[in-house]
DNA sequence: ATATTATTGCAATTAAGTCGCAATAATTGA
DNA sequence: TCAATTATTGCGACTTAATTGCAATAATAT
């Protein structure tokens, strides 16, 4: 299963990384003007996810959205203990910085965390 | 809008006291062994959370599942802002008592937290 | 007991995402 | 450079979670 690297794979990476917020499948859709398949998005985004290009965030809008791991590339170990905020008025759903630990019951072993806070950003507030 | 008393509404209510963690909708119409209308099941679990009884979980396996608000009850300033974990073997999804708080950027008001850690829990383990 | 209206059941519908399969197009190697 | 291999795409159908419209039912108040 070697990757390849087509136009719409490049335009979605370049897409992720020129953006300021996670995007979701609509977004990306619009953006590429409809010129490529809905299904193809998924697959190109779920690609992403599992070489570890991209992160996903479910919102509780019930919405997958997807950001660049910039900042974690580099580290070996790939964690992804940060929220992601969701303005409920502009529906931006952006990366809080800080990273959080949650100290897990004795036993427990945490393969994935999905944290996302909704409100109203500064400037919609 | 005024609520009323309906058998449903009470065994909906009294299996979520029982339960030891959050349950779906799912779990829940076939304990009440399909008695009951699925789309009633969504229409009581929306009523209790719009009540403040009853608090939801959007999983990362994209489902809602639904907790009695027990400890949080007395409390006047209701936040919710506690983790939940869901076991990638038996999926179930239980309530990781420690309060979390996440400082957002200044500007930033939070209205909603959603915090779900997926894994194994210690009796999968 | 009766009127009011919240709640229910049923069926249809929305919305997000996935999947099978044939067609297309990156890559590899001669 | 050209042919072979196979990852990727497009299309349509499908799955799953959840919601909604509407008529029928039943809980409450008078």
């Known amino acids: 299963m070697k990757r390849r690297n087509t136009p719409t794979k490049a335009a979605v990476l ?6 300021d917020s996670a995007m979701s499948h609509d977004m990306l859709l619009e953006m590429l003007e409809d010129s490529v398949d809905r299904a193809t998005i998924y697959r190109i985004l779920n690609r992403f996810c599992a ?3 991209v992160h996903r965030v ?3 809008d019930g919405k997958q959205y997807f ?3 910039e900042d974690c590339a580099q ?3 790939h964690s992804h203990n ?3 905020f969701r303005c409920l008025t502009c529906s931006r759903v952006e990366c809080l910085g800080t990273e959080v630990s949650v100290n897990l019951p004795s036993g427990y072993r945490a393969e994935n965390f999905n944290g996302v806070i909704s409100g109203v950003c500064s400037r919609c507030g």
Do not use: I, K, P, Y
């Not at 370049?14 to 953006?19: D, I, R, V």
């Open 58 to 60: 479910l919102a509780d």
């Open 14 to 19: 370049s897409l992720l990384a020129g953006a």
């Open 67 to 69: 950001a660049l791991c």
């Open 75 to 77: 580290q070996t170990e």
């Open 82 to 84: 940060h929220f992601h």
């Open 51 to 53: 070489d570890g290009v």
